[in-house]
């Protein structure tokens, strides 16, 4: 069982950055990715980005490539999301998850998730 908690949601202004955290607890393996993962309004909730624990080797979406990183300290156990140059259309809740599956990208592999944490960018 994984339980994930993620915090650093809030509301800006376009061009502001954010960082948001997610705390995992429970048991991981040497495979285990965690990813985000948004949910706007009315739309299907859509991969961000995600990084295998162990070795650090991440993925991104295309529509956030170059503004938004992944990246984990292991020792606290915390996987981070730094957005920048947030745009009107990364408005949504942000979820973390978590899954041993070897394909990290996809939402049906992800077993545990987070709450969520709700993202607002204004012009």
């Known amino acids: 069982q994984v339980r994930l908690a993620e915090s650093g949601g809030g509301s800006v202004q376009t061009g502001d950055s954010l960082r948001l955290s997610c705390v995992i607890s429970g048991r991981t393996f040497a495979g285990t990715a965690v990813g985000w993962f948004r949910q706007a309004p009315e739309k299907e909730r859509e991969f961000v980005a995600a990084?295998?624990?162990?070795?650090?080797?991440?993925a991104y979406a295309d529509s956030v490539k170059g503004r938004f990183t992944i990246s984990r300290d292991n020792a606290k156990k915390t996987v981070y999301l730094e957005m920048n140059s947030l745009k009107y259309e990364d408005t949504a809740v942000y979820y973390c998850a978590a899954t041993h599956a070897l394909q990290a990208t996809t939402i049906k592999t992800y077993a545990y998730w987070g709450q969520g944490t709700q993202v607002t960018v204004s012009s």
């Open positions: 990084i295998r624990l162990s070795e650090g080797g991440a």
